[in-house]
Nanobody, 120 residues
């Protein structure tokens, strides 16, 4: 019904930058909140950043000032600009979207994840 496809992960040196994208498609009526989560090996999945439909944002404490979330409602796409990356940012990054589908149901959807590796 709804698919989230992430792109933009990869390998980068400490201090470098990456930009992640997540595009939603399918039987979408409207997308409410969108966000990025990450999961490092042996750790729980944690919130990185979230953005409401009107653009209000929320960030995890460890990424404030370095990562920036934005969205394009016309394209059903959310972005994560990651600057000043640190080795501890290494994780699989997942996109999440709260979607109201054309059958009027509201459900959360996840992308497949994209690997971000920051070398020291």
């Amino acid at each position: 019904q709804v698919q989230l496809v992430e792109s933009g992960g990869g390998l980068v040196q400490a201090g470098g930058s990456l930009r992640l994208s997540c595009a939603a498609s399918g039987t979408i009526f409207v997308i409410n909140a969108m966000g990025w989560y990450r999961q490092a090996p042996g750790k729980q999945r944690e919130l990185v950043a979230a953005i409401s439909r009107d653009g209000s944002t929320n960030y995890g404490d460890s990424v404030k000032g370095r990562l920036s979330i934005s969205r394009d409602n016309a394209k059903n796409t959310v972005y994560l600009q990651m600057d000043s990356l640190k080795p501890e940012d290494t994780a699989v990054y997942y996109c999440n979207a709260q979607v109201q589908t054309t059958d009027w149901r509201v459900r959360g959807y996840w992308g497949q994840g994209t690997q971000v590796t920051v070398s020291s």
